[in-house]
Protein backbone atom coordinates (compact mmCIF):
# COMPACT_ATOMS: atom_id res chain seq x y z
CA UNK A 1 0.00 0.00 0.00
CA UNK A 2 1.56 3.64 -1.09
CA UNK A 3 1.48 6.42 1.27
CA UNK A 4 -1.21 8.14 -0.46
CA UNK A 5 -3.71 5.40 0.41
CA UNK A 6 -2.19 5.11 4.24
CA UNK A 7 -2.91 9.15 4.69
CA UNK A 8 -5.87 8.27 2.90
CA UNK A 9 -7.67 5.39 5.33
CA UNK A 10 -5.80 7.30 7.66
CA UNK A 11 -8.00 10.44 7.42
CA UNK A 12 -11.72 8.45 6.86
CA UNK A 13 -10.40 6.86 10.16
CA UNK A 14 -10.24 10.22 12.05
CA UNK A 15 -13.77 11.34 10.06
CA UNK A 16 -15.43 8.63 11.34
CA UNK A 17 -14.05 8.96 14.88
CA UNK A 18 -15.06 12.26 14.87
CA UNK A 19 -18.90 11.63 13.92
CA UNK A 20 -19.08 8.55 16.51
CA UNK A 21 -18.02 10.82 18.81
CA UNK A 22 -20.70 13.54 18.06
CA UNK A 23 -23.64 12.47 20.41
CA UNK A 24 -27.42 12.83 19.26
CA UNK A 25 -28.39 16.23 20.67
CA UNK A 26 -32.67 16.65 20.07
CA UNK A 27 -33.84 20.33 18.86
CA UNK A 28 -36.68 19.87 21.13
CA UNK A 29 -36.14 19.67 25.07
CA UNK A 30 -38.54 18.86 26.93
CA UNK A 31 -38.52 19.21 30.51
CA UNK A 32 -40.74 17.79 33.63
CA UNK A 33 -41.31 20.41 36.49
CA UNK A 34 -42.45 20.54 39.94
CA UNK A 35 -45.60 22.37 40.84
CA UNK A 36 -47.83 20.54 38.59
CA UNK A 37 -51.25 18.75 38.77
CA UNK A 38 -49.55 15.83 37.62
CA UNK A 39 -46.51 13.78 38.47
CA UNK A 40 -43.01 13.51 36.55
CA UNK A 41 -44.08 9.86 35.71
CA UNK A 42 -47.50 11.20 34.00
CA UNK A 43 -45.89 14.48 32.46
CA UNK A 44 -43.01 12.11 30.67
CA UNK A 45 -46.21 9.69 29.84
CA UNK A 46 -48.03 12.51 27.99
CA UNK A 47 -44.85 13.87 26.35
CA UNK A 48 -43.93 10.51 24.96
CA UNK A 49 -47.26 9.37 23.91
CA UNK A 50 -47.37 13.02 21.68
CA UNK A 51 -43.80 12.58 20.03
CA UNK A 52 -41.01 13.47 22.58
CA UNK A 53 -37.27 12.39 21.77
CA UNK A 54 -35.68 13.80 24.65
CA UNK A 55 -36.90 13.81 28.68
CA UNK A 56 -35.44 15.99 30.61
CA UNK A 57 -36.45 15.09 34.41
CA UNK A 58 -36.28 18.41 36.40
CA UNK A 59 -37.34 18.06 40.02
CA UNK A 60 -36.25 19.66 43.59
CA UNK A 61 -39.17 18.85 45.63
CA UNK A 62 -38.54 14.99 46.29
CA UNK A 63 -35.81 13.06 48.74
CA UNK A 64 -32.90 11.06 46.32
CA UNK A 65 -34.97 8.01 47.44
CA UNK A 66 -38.12 9.75 46.27
CA UNK A 67 -36.39 10.87 43.06
CA UNK A 68 -34.65 7.50 42.32
CA UNK A 69 -38.01 5.61 42.16
CA UNK A 70 -39.89 8.05 40.29
CA UNK A 71 -36.67 8.64 37.61
CA UNK A 72 -36.81 4.90 36.76
CA UNK A 73 -40.50 5.25 36.40
CA UNK A 74 -39.55 7.55 33.60
CA UNK A 75 -36.93 5.96 32.48
CA UNK A 76 -38.98 2.80 31.66
CA UNK A 77 -41.67 5.07 30.06
CA UNK A 78 -38.65 6.59 27.83
CA UNK A 79 -37.45 3.17 26.84
CA UNK A 80 -40.29 1.91 25.81
CA UNK A 81 -40.67 5.00 23.45
CA UNK A 82 -37.23 5.26 22.41
CA UNK A 83 -36.50 8.85 24.28
CA UNK A 84 -33.14 9.92 25.19
CA UNK A 85 -33.78 10.81 29.37
CA UNK A 86 -31.67 13.41 30.73
CA UNK A 87 -31.76 14.20 34.46
CA UNK A 88 -30.88 18.21 35.73
CA UNK A 89 -28.36 18.47 38.32
CA UNK A 90 -28.46 15.41 40.52
CA UNK A 91 -25.26 13.45 39.09
CA UNK A 92 -24.71 11.78 42.14
CA UNK A 93 -28.04 9.77 41.74
CA UNK A 94 -26.34 8.12 38.24
CA UNK A 95 -25.15 4.64 39.66
CA UNK A 96 -29.01 4.28 40.80
CA UNK A 97 -30.57 5.51 37.94
CA UNK A 98 -31.21 4.72 34.21
CA UNK A 99 -30.51 8.36 32.42
CA UNK A 100 -28.61 8.82 29.44
CA UNK A 101 -26.89 12.21 30.32
CA UNK A 102 -27.24 15.49 32.85
CA UNK A 103 -27.93 18.75 32.25
CA UNK A 104 -26.51 21.39 34.96
CA UNK A 105 -28.21 24.23 35.37
CA UNK A 106 -25.10 25.87 37.55
CA UNK A 107 -22.90 28.27 35.70
CA UNK A 108 -19.87 27.95 37.38
CA UNK A 109 -19.77 23.64 38.02
CA UNK A 110 -16.40 22.14 37.54
CA UNK A 111 -17.76 20.48 34.28
CA UNK A 112 -14.21 18.76 33.60
CA UNK A 113 -14.56 17.11 37.40
CA UNK A 114 -18.34 16.14 36.06
CA UNK A 115 -17.48 14.62 33.14
CA UNK A 116 -14.84 12.51 34.52
CA UNK A 117 -17.33 11.19 36.96
CA UNK A 118 -20.06 10.72 34.50
CA UNK A 119 -17.48 9.45 31.79
CA UNK A 120 -18.00 10.14 28.03
CA UNK A 121 -20.71 7.97 27.68
CA UNK A 122 -22.97 10.26 29.17
CA UNK A 123 -24.62 13.74 27.51
CA UNK A 124 -23.26 16.88 29.45
CA UNK A 125 -25.76 19.76 28.99
CA UNK A 126 -24.74 23.24 30.17
CA UNK A 127 -27.01 26.12 31.08
CA UNK A 128 -25.81 29.81 29.92
CA UNK A 129 -26.84 33.45 29.88
CA UNK A 130 -24.13 35.02 27.75
CA UNK A 131 -21.61 35.01 25.06
CA UNK A 132 -18.76 34.84 28.07
CA UNK A 133 -20.89 32.08 29.38
CA UNK A 134 -20.63 29.98 26.31
CA UNK A 135 -17.50 30.41 25.87
CA UNK A 136 -16.65 28.82 29.17
CA UNK A 137 -18.39 25.88 28.78
CA UNK A 138 -17.32 25.62 24.96
CA UNK A 139 -13.49 25.83 25.97
CA UNK A 140 -13.97 22.97 28.37
CA UNK A 141 -14.20 20.69 25.65
CA UNK A 142 -16.71 18.12 27.40
CA UNK A 143 -20.20 19.34 27.10
CA UNK A 144 -22.23 18.65 24.39
CA UNK A 145 -24.85 21.43 24.02
CA UNK A 146 -25.88 24.70 25.95
CA UNK A 147 -29.37 25.57 27.07
CA UNK A 148 -29.59 29.49 26.81
CA UNK A 149 -31.80 31.85 28.79
CA UNK A 150 -33.99 32.89 30.02
CA UNK A 151 -35.48 34.03 26.90
CA UNK A 152 -38.49 35.54 28.37
CA UNK A 153 -39.83 36.17 31.68
CA UNK A 154 -40.04 32.32 33.24
CA UNK A 155 -41.55 31.47 36.75
CA UNK A 156 -40.59 27.54 36.37
CA UNK A 157 -36.77 29.03 37.34
CA UNK A 158 -36.64 31.91 38.83
CA UNK A 159 -33.36 34.19 38.67
CA UNK A 160 -32.11 37.84 38.29
CA UNK A 161 -30.73 36.85 34.77
CA UNK A 162 -30.81 39.48 31.94
CA UNK A 163 -33.72 38.28 28.95
CA UNK A 164 -32.26 37.33 26.27
CA UNK A 165 -34.92 38.16 23.40
CA UNK A 166 -35.00 37.23 19.56
CA UNK A 167 -31.89 39.77 18.90
CA UNK A 168 -30.39 38.42 21.71
CA UNK A 169 -30.27 35.09 20.00
CA UNK A 170 -29.42 36.32 16.95
CA UNK A 171 -26.39 38.21 18.07
CA UNK A 172 -24.93 34.95 20.01
CA UNK A 173 -24.93 32.75 16.78
CA UNK A 174 -23.31 35.49 15.07
CA UNK A 175 -21.01 35.77 17.47
CA UNK A 176 -20.70 32.13 17.84
CA UNK A 177 -20.63 31.72 14.24
CA UNK A 178 -17.41 34.37 14.11
CA UNK A 179 -15.99 32.29 16.29
CA UNK A 180 -16.39 29.31 15.25
CA UNK A 181 -17.57 28.08 18.23
CA UNK A 182 -19.17 24.09 17.28
CA UNK A 183 -21.89 23.88 20.12
CA UNK A 184 -25.81 23.10 19.72
CA UNK A 185 -27.55 26.33 21.47
CA UNK A 186 -31.17 25.56 22.72
CA UNK A 187 -33.21 28.63 23.79
CA UNK A 188 -34.77 28.43 27.35
CA UNK A 189 -37.05 30.38 29.57
CA UNK A 190 -40.49 31.41 29.15
CA UNK A 191 -41.28 29.95 25.88
CA UNK A 192 -44.65 29.67 24.69
CA UNK A 193 -46.50 28.20 21.50
CA UNK A 194 -46.07 31.29 19.49
CA UNK A 195 -42.77 32.10 19.79
CA UNK A 196 -41.17 28.87 18.80
CA UNK A 197 -41.08 29.48 14.86
CA UNK A 198 -39.36 32.92 15.53
CA UNK A 199 -36.99 31.75 17.97
CA UNK A 200 -35.80 28.89 15.38
CA UNK A 201 -35.27 31.82 13.02
CA UNK A 202 -32.74 33.28 14.66
CA UNK A 203 -30.66 30.37 14.40
CA UNK A 204 -30.67 28.50 17.42
CA UNK A 205 -30.32 24.91 17.09
CA UNK A 206 -33.57 24.63 19.00
CA UNK A 207 -35.33 24.92 22.27
CA UNK A 208 -36.39 23.47 25.74
CA UNK A 209 -39.72 24.00 27.00
CA UNK A 210 -41.44 23.38 30.05
CA UNK A 211 -44.32 25.31 31.89
CA UNK A 212 -46.09 25.93 28.46
CA UNK A 213 -46.49 22.34 28.13
CA UNK A 214 -46.90 21.10 31.60
CA UNK A 215 -49.52 24.02 32.71
CA UNK A 216 -51.79 24.08 29.67
CA UNK A 217 -55.23 22.60 29.87
CA UNK A 218 -53.78 20.11 26.82
CA UNK A 219 -50.16 19.27 27.20
CA UNK A 220 -50.30 16.69 24.87
CA UNK A 221 -51.83 19.03 21.90
CA UNK A 222 -49.69 21.38 23.39
CA UNK A 223 -46.64 19.91 23.05
CA UNK A 224 -47.14 18.62 19.22
CA UNK A 225 -48.12 22.28 18.47
CA UNK A 226 -44.25 23.06 19.53
CA UNK A 227 -42.81 20.26 17.74
CA UNK A 228 -43.78 20.47 14.77
CA UNK A 229 -42.39 23.87 14.12
CA UNK A 230 -38.98 22.28 14.60
CA UNK A 231 -39.06 19.30 12.98
Same mark, same amino acid.
Given at each position: ?? #?? +????? &?? %?? =? ?10 ? @? ?76 ? #?? +????? &?? %?? =? ?10 ? @? ?104
Amino acid at each position: MN #LC +NILVR &FN %AI =RITQFFLMKKFI @SRFHYLTQDHSNRSHVKQAQIACEAGANWIQYRCFSKTDQEMIEEINQVAAICDDWGATLILTDHYHLLNQVDVQGIH #LE +NMEAD &FK %AV =RNLITDEKTLGA @SANSMDDIKRVYNTGVVDYAGCGPFSITRTKPNNYPLVGLEGYKKLISQMMDEHIDLPLLAVGGIKTTDVKFLMETGVYGVAVSAAINLSDDPGEAFREMYNQIR
